[in-house]
């Protein structure tokens, strides 16, 4: 909790958090990073394994062959998470299921689900980028400054 | 009637002639089956989503009840009930199919208890012969309603708790077999500043302890005269933090009497999942309506303080950093032998 907050706490409020915390298990921050290492790690092993598949298989380079294994990886996640079985991987791997491409497939196709009795357009049209929307939002603006960075330097470069 | 501050005492004995309490798949798994009315093998109750699976739940749990007293719907004057979702949809919409006089109630998981009150309340001043109370919480549906999508992968901390399926009705009657409402203590809010809405149980602990604390002080008893003191939904953490709390303000509960619904509602095996317990307002109706009840009849226990534990926060106010406010309020139950 940052300072700004705690400071408006009354004193027995204060003591009272100091109290419970020290009877509230932590989060295990070892054994959720060595999970997260193991589970993430497996899941980029795997796409390895599809994009060496198309590449040996079909007509790919190694540039073009990311687009077909993200497609596959999506539609892995998917698939587990419409059958149910996703949300219990991710409590045992926390990041390693969350920061791979699984991770984002998985946060808007069960927001997807989730509000599919609410109708096709407010339901799932509105509600699909509940949880994914502010990845795109950020990472949109974020890859436009980087953008506008590299363009200004590249034209300092060229004057 | 009042007594001390904030308790009253029920004078009249309105009697709990008869319950019902129904739950859904992952209930029927754990050590409490066997107290379930009624068990659900599919999480949606044959219905087209969570909400209608919920409102079906309680429907479930009313029909049930008024069944078991021998009743017919018609005969029940006032049905008092409460759920977790926007605008207590769910107890609304089955109180339309019960065509009874209805007061909704809001006290987030305290509704339980806070709707066994008020109904002892008109029971015990003849107001009416028979009220129906009870409460409704859906795993799916609350989830949704409080978190993220039941099938987004976010890892819980430790100190999560799990939404209890199930649903809890209680009749009561000013005349009757059955165990007998005694008393019942109003809580107040307390805040303890806590933010974490995945720490429901240490945000409530201390309004546990409270309305206990003031439970004793009005009634000038010990807690000894109870053979059990349960909480709503605690979980572990809030248990053990209630616990010690009770030591800190030197009230001496023994930890054989001390219980606490969400713990009890589900087994070690399915510990992975609940994390720090059950919780919602389905959690401390069914336990008390269905098992202790249950227990009472069978003459392990004489009287028991339920204690249902309310945190009274909305998925809003916490996105914009308010804490959480608590709630608690306790209702005495005697068997009748």
Not at chain 1, 100 to 128: C, D, K, Q, W, Y
Not at chain 2, 92 to 109: I, N, Q, V
Request: glycine share 10%.
């Amino acid at each position: 909790m940052s300072d700004k907050q705690k400071k408006k706490l009354t004193a027995l409020q204060q003591e009272y958090q100091s109290f419970a915390k020290a009877r509230e298990p932590g989060r295990p921050v070892t054994k959720n990073i060595l999970r997260a290492f193991i589970v993430g790690g497996v899941i980029c092993i795997v796409a390895q394994g599809i994009s060496d598949f198309f590449l040996w298989n079909f007509d790919f380079t190694e540039k073009t062959v990311g687009n077909p294994t993200a497609a596959v990886m999506i539609l892995i996640s998917v698939i587990l998470t419409s059958v149910g079985i996703y949300d219990h991987i991710a409590q045992w791997a926390g990041a390693g299921t969350a920061v791979p491409v699984t991770g984002f497939a998985n946060s808007i196709a069960s927001a997807a689900i989730e509000h599919r009795s609410e109708g096709l357009v407010l339901g799932v049209g509105g509600n699909m980028f509940k949880l994914a929307g502010s990845v795109i939002v950020f990472g949109v603006f974020a890859a436009f400054v980087v953008a506008l960075i590299k363009t200004i330097l590249a034209m300092l470069e060229g004057s | 009637m009042l007594h001390g501050h904030q308790t009253w005492l029920f004078n009249n004995q309105p009697t709990i002639v008869a319950t019902a309490v129904v739950g859904g798949p992952f209930e029927a798994l754990g050590p409490l089956a066997d107290d379930f009315d009624l068990l659900h093998g599919d999480l949606w109750l044959e219905q087209d989503s969570f909400e209608k699976a919920q409102k079906k739940l309680l429907e479930d749990a009313c029909a049930k009840a008024i069944q078991k007293g021998g009743l017919q719907k018609q005969d029940v004057q006032f049905f008092l009930a409460g759920d977790l979702l926007n605008q207590i949809i769910s107890s609304s919409f089955a109180a339309r199919t019960l065509a009874t006089p209805f007061l909704g109630l809001y006290g987030a998981c305290s509704s339980s208890m806070e709707s066994l009150s008020l109904a002892a309340l008109i029971v015990n001043s003849r107001a009416a012969n028979y009220v129906l109370c009870g409460t409704v919480s859906h795993n799916g549906a609350v989830e949704k309603q409080f978190r993220y999508p039941t099938e987004y992968g976010s890892q819980k901390p430790p100190t999560a708790q799990w939404t209890v399926t199930a649903a809890g009705v209680a009749l009561l009657a000013a005349e009757g077999e059955g165990p007998k409402v005694t008393s019942a203590t109003i809580g107040k809010i307390v805040d303890m500043g806590i933010t974490d809405p995945y720490n429901m149980g240490g945000a409530m602990a201390p309004a546990a302890v409270d309305t206990i604390t003031a439970h004793f002080r009005d009634l000038d008893i010990d807690p000894r005269e109870y053979d059990l003191i349960v909480t709503g939904d605690l979980g572990r953490v809030g248990y053990e933090i209630a616990a010690d709390l009770f030591k800190k303000h030197n009230l001496d509960i023994p930890a054989e009497i001390f219980k606490d619904c969400g713990m009890m509602i589900y087994g070690p095996d399915q510990q992975a999942e609940v994390l720090s317990g059950g919780s919602g307002c389905g959690c401390s109706a069914a336990v008390t309506y269905g098992h202790l009840l249950n227990r009472m009849k069978k003459g392990e226990l004489r009287k028991i303080l339920v204690v249902a534990t309310g945190a009274l926060l909305s998925p809003l106010s916490y996105q914009q950093k308010e804490s959480i406010p608590c709630i608690a309020h306790a209702v005495s139950i005697e068997s009748s032998q």
